[in-house]
């Protein structure tokens, strides 16, 4: 079995793949104070709950954002189940070509992102992750990623409102009834989730009408997605939250042959 493991900046997500099957997938807060005996314990606790153990684990691999996690998550592995883990980076197979001017300062969760679109959903594909920042990827019909943009995330967005501004409210990131707020807490929500959908909807029709990218399919992903795919579904093609776990495992089949 195949542990894969998307470091975020607040979320860890890990999944357990037995072949082609993803068995079960979990989340966990990022808290870079948590050690390595922490996060192994947190692991046992969450295979124990389908009846695995340590030693099913063939192999593991990593993508990180997070960079003063990686030690931690890699001693985890030595010590917790006797393996190296893969990290994941521009430098291995990822089965799409990379036309960035910096392949190395691409995050390693774009590099998942994109290439599992491309494998599962065919190019041109435009990836649109919903995490800690938005981030938008373009992948073209040849399979050659050729970069995208980055916007704050929607929390985090709504959260430096909060910090900024003394008197609003924190608030429910949901859809409120009516685009016209008639609260304080109707009026963030309006000004943040239609706002993102028009952010979206705005770059999308931007990156569609590039020659590379016409007839693009667009997949949302990431545990924000749902907000925006709710507002306004047509925008997307695919939502497949499980999309980062798929592509690791993609990426650690083509390596490992």
Known sequence: MILTMDIGNTNVKLGIFDGDDLL?????????????????SFLYDLLSQRGLKFEDIDAAIISSVAPALNYTFEHMCRDYLSIDPTFVSAKLNLGVKI??????????DRLVGAAAAYKLYGGPVIVVDFGSATTFNLVTS???????????????????????AAKLPRIELSKPKNI?????????????????TGLCKYMLDKFRALDEMK???????????EIVVSTEPELFDVVDRALALKGLKLIYDMNEK
């Open 24 to 40: 079960s997938s979990w989340r966990v807060s990022t808290k870079a104070s948590r050690t390595s005996d922490e996060y192994g």
């Open 215 to 225: 007839g693009a399919k667009v997949v949302a992903t990431g545990g924000l997605s």
């Open 180 to 196: 016209v707020g008639t609260s304080t807490k109707s009026c963030m929500q309006s000004g943040v989730i239609y706002g993102y």
């Open 142 to 164: 040849g399979g050659t990623f050729v970069g995208g943009a980055i916007s704050p995330g929607i929390k985090t967005a709504t959260e430096s409102l909060v910090t900024a």
């Open 99 to 108: 036309a960035y001017d910096a392949p190395d300062d691409l995050g390693a």
